[in-house]
């Protein structure tokens, strides 16, 4: 697009006359994205913000790694589990938990246990 190297005094001259500005945002420990089927998130992230016509976005670099979502099991379905398996409660949370709270599932596998 520019031929030839830019002076990052110029670039940032000609940017500020577009009506752009650009700031690194300093001391970003850890960037979170929350989403339904879990977490994105980017330890020692880079981020910058750019405003441009009134309108600030943000730039995120970083290496993310995924956590996946633990679902909310609601103590109803745990007692549920638990009676129709003859399980503890504890054992039936962590049935749930590892089947996604599918009920179903859980009282199978503690059956087979």
């Known amino acids: 697009m520019f031929p030839g190297k830019i002076n990052p005094k110029k670039m940032k001259q000609m940017m500020k ?3 752009m500005e650009m700031e690194e945002i ?5 960037v979170v994205i929350y989403t ?6 980017f330890d020692d992230a880079q981020v910058v913000a750019t405003t441009m016509q009134g309108t600030t ?7 993310a790694r995924f956590e996946e979502a633990v ?3 609601p ?3 745990v007692a549920l589990v638990a009676s129709q398996a003859g399980a503890t409660e504890e054992a039936a949370r962590a049935a749930l938990v590892e089947t996604r ?3 179903a599932e859980a009282i199978l596998k503690l ?3």
């Open 75 to 77: 103590d109803d379905d």
């Open 26 to 30: 300093e001391g970003v420990e850890k």
């Open 36 to 41: 339904p089927a879990g977490n994105y998130v």
């Open 111 to 113: 059956a087979q246990q």
């Open 57 to 63: 976005t943000y730039q995120l670099t970083g290496e």
């Open 17 to 19: 006359q577009m009506g």
């Open 101 to 103: 709270g599918d009920i």
């Open 71 to 73: 679902p909310e099991i």
